[in-house]
């Protein structure tokens, strides 16, 4: 089993849905976790992170990490055609200076 | 906010040549460098870790003299591939971390390179 489930998807949506992206891990000892969004051909920005368990919202995103069942998503409202793009989650424990673990990520295509 | 600028965003090399690629924090010290490699639709796979002033270190699986990295200084870090081949043909991406308190978000990415090798 990888540390980190996420479904590759893609996902289409049209404009104005709400979309529920979501991963799986297995290592308990992850404590950080971030959703990146990465456009074709660039380097990822952070969207979002949380530390440990709860909801924490962003304008139009929210995200969940619910650690009891090893599951975190990330929830955009109104989508728009501008996050069609790759999401991928990613996390990592809190000892040092450890590298960030990712997900396979989630190819979002928002329809006019 | 911190920023990681990397260069070459994109490089079309022939095959046993070796190409070079830069990631240079500009507004902090990078005490720590991830260098990553992304397939098509794929994810990023670690390929090593570096401290400033240090040897990297690196993932099972990622030959070190190969994939030479350098990380002379607090604002530098280099990756060479060494006598590329068309296997090596990749999305290339650093991301560095800054000197304690940063947290979770000390991870900062740079733009990408994209390696053809012919």
Known sequence: QKEVEQDPGPL???????????????????QYF????????KG?????????????????FTAQVDKSSKYISLFIRDSQPSDSATYLCAMRS???NTPLVFGKGTRLSVIA | ???????????ICKSGTSVKIECRSLDFQATTMFWYRQFPKQSL?????????????YEQGVEKDKFLINHASLTLSTLTVTSAHPEDSS???????GAGG?????????????????
């Open chain 1, 12 to 30: 289409s949506v049209p404009e104005g849905a709400i979309v529920s992206l979501n991963c799986t891990y297995s290592n308990s000892a992850f």
């Open chain 1, 34 to 41: 971030m959703w990146y969004r990465q456009y074709s051909r």
């Open chain 1, 44 to 60: 990822p920005e952070l969207l979002m992170y949380t530390y440990s368990s709860g909801n924490k919202e962003d304008g139009r």
């Open chain 1, 94 to 96: 809190n000892s040092g």
């Open chain 2, 1 to 11: 906010g911190a920023v990681v600028s990397q260069h070459p965003s994109w490089v």
């Open chain 2, 45 to 57: 796979m670690l390929m090593a870790t570096s401290n400033e002033g240090s040897k990297a270190t």
């Open chain 2, 91 to 97: 999305f290339y991406i650093c991301s560095a971390r």
């Open chain 2, 102 to 118: 940063n947290g979770y978000h000390g991870y900062t990415f740079g733009s990408g390179t994209r390696l053809t090798v012919v």
